[in-house]
């Protein structure tokens, strides 16, 4: 994987590219494994997807192969005043179509840089406006606390999908982060919308995962994507592959229900998918 020079063209679309923020302040939800594979799952119908790590853990990066703690240049470059050309730090990756804006530790230090700057809030949303043109598709994963780079990602996105597990903790966090969406709506950015809520880490079998569900799906009705994402442990053994799993083990059951997830999304999306997505989704 390398950085490339004026990666992308124009989106398949001929719009600008939607942008999706995956959003939870609580950790290990499978919100990097559904950015990853639902990024993938997309860019297999042909469409153009950019993934941007908006975690000073790098999660995402080292996800895709990334070794990133050996980066130059990262996300955090982009977000400063003397930030270097976007496609200096764009990168592709072994997925076609998909490509990568990587972060490492050296994001933490954002939130102290941004916090004195003017319009700091959308600091993200100047980086990606730019290049919105070459995708279909831009999908951001947040870190896990409702931070200034959340806020940020917020205030640039069309719409959030919340990636869950099932248990009853989980139901506040949902409250508190729609809260802060609200905020967000109300004072940076009108058009912000939930995309979807989808349940992670599913098991069937226990009832405890089934109440949560059927809880959610009591209170936010059809914002609960239909597809549930299984507990697996092909999972983490993809990410430690560095591949996403719907390339790593096509035919899994994970790999699966992320290619649904991904025709779920785009169904509800409303915009033009161009032949080849269609074709994918039949």
């Not at 942008?19 to 042909?46: D, H, M, P, R, Y």
């Not at 592709?92 to 998909?98: E, R």
């Not at 200034?148 to 949902?174: H, K, Q, W, Y």
């Amino acid at each position: 994987m390398s950085a490339n020079t004026a990666i992308g063209e124009a989106g398949a679309t001929g719009d600008e590219a939607q942008v999706i923020a995956l959003c939870n302040q609580k950790g290990g939800v499978g919100k990097t494994t559904s950015t990853v594979n639902l990024g993938a799952a997309l860019a297999e119908c042909g469409l153009r997807v950019l993934l941007v790590d908006l975690d000073p853990q790098g999660a995402l990066s080292a996800a895709l192969g990334v070794a990133h703690h050996d980066l130059e240049l990262t996300v955090y470059d982009l977000l400063g005043r003397s930030a270097p050309p976007i496609d200096d730090v764009l990168m592709k990756t072994s997925v076609q179509n998909l490509h990568l804006l990587p972060s490492n530790i050296d994001l933490s230090a954002a939130e102290i840089q941004l916090v004195n700057e003017v319009g700091r809030e959308h600091s993200l949303r100047r980086v990606l406006d730019p290049i919105r043109d070459r995708y279909d598709y831009i999908l951001i994963d947040c870190q896990p606390s409702l931070s200034l780079l959340t806020v940020n990602a917020l205030a640039c996105a069309d719409g959030v999908i919340i990636p869950m597990e099932c248990e009853f903790f989980s139901l506040r966090g949902l409250a508190l982060l729609n809260d802060t969406m609200e905020k967000v709506r109300d004072r940076l950015n009108p058009g912000l919308e939930l995309a979807g809520i989808v349940v992670t880490m599913f098991d069937p079998r226990l009832l405890h995962s089934r109440q949560v569900r059927d809880r959610v799906a009591e209170t936010f009705g059809e914002q609960l994507y239909d597809t549930v994402i299984s507990r697996t442990v092909r999972f983490p053994d993809s990410t430690i592959a560095g591949e996403p799993l719907t390339t790593w083990a096509p035919k899994s059951r994970g790999a699966e229900q992320y290619r649904e997830l991904a025709r779920e999304f785009l169904q509800r999306s409303g915009r033009p998918m161009g032949q080849l997505a269609m074709s994918q989704m039949q």
